[in-house]
């Protein structure tokens, strides 16, 4: 499983390029006069819009007088943020910019009020799931979404693997997707992952009123580099949002420890988890009438 991503690296040297700039001293618009560039054109490298060609970088390294060493450490950067990626070959099913940061994330940190997240759910939860979320998808698209999917899972099983910490509202096990047998299977394998030492999965329970994570989802995406910030992750519907400023992911952190200082404990999750499953393989007869 590739884990050294270009996404991570291409968002490295964008900021790296930015400190320089300001620490020297220059405007956008002084640099990309110097160098005949549009100032369209910088602004899209030192915010990662677009992977730097490493000939210009090295224009730009050039015209800073960044040193010898620094200089080949950002031009080799440059080469990496340019490699072909797997999820490259899924562009047309996947939102390579989540991916690639998940590829080279240390741990994510998910709050999931609505379904179990991706990550650990079965084939037959994420195809019911791709149904109703992609109606218009034929059957090759959504076999190459399932196929994807099960190729991001290996994050889970690399060396070292992706941590998870999940919290999912209580409604999540409740809700049968597609079919009671679904349901059983999704259950089934949420207490397996419960077994898992990089796998901490725990409830918000029906319980807790009013929460810190009623507005919606979040995932929180860190890395072992320090030179690559946290990242919050916002989807809704076809909109991606990815906040690095350290006030905005301080305050989703914040939120994320409300909802988390509210869930149940892991033992008490996997209890509830068992107690849906139960219900599941045996349900209650009913009475004749």
Request: glycine letters at 4%.
């Amino acid at each position: 499983m590739q884990r050294q991503s270009p996404t991570v690296r291409q968002r490295r040297l964008a900021r790296e390029l930015r400190r320089i700039r300001e620490d020297s001293g220059l405007r956008t618009a002084e640099v990309a006069r110097s160098l005949d560039w549009s100032v369209a054109k910088l602004s899209r490298i030192e915010t990662g819009q677009i992977r730097a060609h490493w000939g210009d970088v090295a224009d730009l390294l050039d015209h800073y007088r960044v040193g010898p060493a620094q200089r080949e450490a950002l031009i080799t950067l440059a080469r990496e943020a340019r490699q072909r990626s797997w999820w490259s070959a899924y562009s047309d099913v996947l939102s390579n910019a989540y991916v690639g940061l998940e590829a080279e994330a240390s741990s994510v940190w998910l709050w999931c009020p609505q379904l179990v997240p991706e990550l650990l759910q079965v084939d037959d939860y994420a195809h019911a799931v791709l149904k109703v979320t992609h109606p218009t998808a034929g059957v090759e698209e959504q076999r190459r979404r399932i196929e994807a999917l099960g190729l991001r899972r290996q994050n889970l099983e690399r060396t070292p693997a992706l941590s998870v910490d999940a919290i999912v509202d209580e409604s999540v096990l409740c809700r049968v997707v597609d079919s009671a047998r679904t349901r059983q299977r999704q259950l089934e394998h949420l207490l397996s992952c419960g077994n898992r030492d990089n796998v901490r999965l725990r409830v918000l329970p029906f319980t807790v009123g009013a929460h810190a994570g009623i507005d919606g989802a979040c995932t929180i995406l860190s890395f072992d580099n320090e030179r690559d910030p946290d990242v919050v992750y916002v989807s809704s519907g076809e909109t991606e949002v990815f906040l690095e400023n350290g006030d905005e992911v301080a305050r989703h952190r914040r939120r994320m420890a409300a909802v988390a200082a509210t869930a149940l404990e892991e033992s008490e999750t996997r209890a509830l988890i068992a107690s849906y499953y139960e219900s599941c393989t045996n349900p209650e007869p009913t009475e004749r009438e």
